[in-house]
């Protein structure tokens, strides 16, 4: 027996995870969208992966370019989270309005005051259920952004949240 949707949910609302904004470019048009399943998958080659959900406006672009790039966001970068989460109204047709970018080798939009970034070509994708992809891809380029000295913007039990360092004096 499956578990019930809620108590899945409950149960991976406790994991803890660092907030990327993945963005793609198809022709003319540019998306991005805040995911947090997100991980490395090897190093040999550089390999990533990211799930996407089908109903977002990003997904059809990476299925169709077969290129995407991971911005892994600093805490600095709130206000970008909320827009590209789509929890902030009014930007739904120009995410990147206001937002400093850089483009990559094959075209797709860069967050530039992000921790660091990595450009990525699928080389496989796989059914994630009935709802998600997973696309594996293998990082091609990428460098530290221009947040790298920020601490990480993370994510957890439905919310933002921050990071604190501990003081090494005490």
């Known amino acids: 027996m499956a578990v019930a949707v809620d108590t899945f949910r409950a149960v991976m609302s406790r994991w803890a995870t ?16 805040v995911a947090s399943s997100f991980s ?13 959900d089908h109903r977002t406006r990003t997904y059809p672009l990476i299925k169709e ?6 911005n892994v966001l600093s805490q600095e970068q709130e206000e970008t989270f909320r827009v590209f989460a789509g ?3 009014g930007r739904e047709d120009d995410k990147f309005a206001g937002e400093e970018t850089l483009t990559a080798v094959t075209g797709v939009p860069i967050l530039k005051n992000s921790l660091g970034w990595m450009e990525c070509r699928v080389v496989a994708a796989y059914p994630g259920g009935n709802t998600h992809t ?8 990428g460098s530290l952004g221009a947040g790298v000295d920020h601490p990480p913007l993370l994510y957890y039990h439905r919310k933002v949240r921050r ?4 003081d090494p004096d005490e």
């Open 134 to 141: 997973i696309f594996i891809g293998e990082v091609v380029e």
């Open 65 to 70: 370019s077969g290129v995407f790039v991971v």
């Open 163 to 166: 990071f604190v360092e501990e």
């Open 40 to 52: 490395s998958v090897s190093a040999d080659p550089p390999t990533v992966l990211v799930c996407a």
């Open 87 to 89: 929890w902030k109204g």
């Open 18 to 33: 660092g907030i990327t904004v993945i963005t793609a470019r198809h022709g003319a048009v540019s998306r991005g969208m």
